[in-house]
């Protein structure tokens, strides 16, 4: 009379993937609360930004004041900057200027380094021999 946790979870498993393949199907409404199997038209992705800390009470306080949390309030400034870019002024080359940035300073661009063992220097990437 007592079924095992394997087959307990394998039937389980076959439900849902009849339940989603009906949803799917139109048969019955998804349950209030779940997300559908679709995938969303245009995907996100997370990517990670550093933001000096002396700003990030700037950034609260302006996410508080439009009543947003402020990963969404930088999501919102990072897809508005990136819609109004021209995109004649967009290259491949890597030492293109950024666009106007607003009244804010970004600073010089970064170049990784890398600690060579022998020498104990500290090199841009650039400057550092791949040996084979």
């Known amino acids: 009379m007592s079924e095992s946790v394997r087959d307990m979870l394998a039937r389980e498993a076959a439900e849902a993937e009849e339940r ?8 019955i409404t998804p349950t209030a609360g779940q997300r ?3 995938r969303a038209a245009d995907p996100s992705q997370v990517y990670a930004v550093r933001i000096p800390v002396s700003q990030l009470r700037k ?15 930088i999501r919102q400034w990072v897809i508005e900057r990136l819609d109004a ?5 967009v290259s491949d080359s890597h ?11 970004l600073g010089p661009r970064r170049v990784p380094v890398v600690h060579e063992r022998d020498s104990g220097q500290i090199k841009s ?6 040996r084979a």
């Open 59 to 73: 950034l609260r306080e302006a996410a508080d004041s439009l009543n947003m949390q402020p990963s969404a309030l």
């Open 36 to 38: 559908g199997r679709r």
């Open 125 to 130: 990437r650039r400057q550092v021999k791949i």
């Open 20 to 27: 989603a393949d009906a949803e799917e199907r139109g048969e």
């Open 95 to 105: 030492e293109s200027q950024p666009p106007d940035s607003g009244g804010i300073n």
């Open 85 to 89: 870019l021209d995109p004649s002024s």
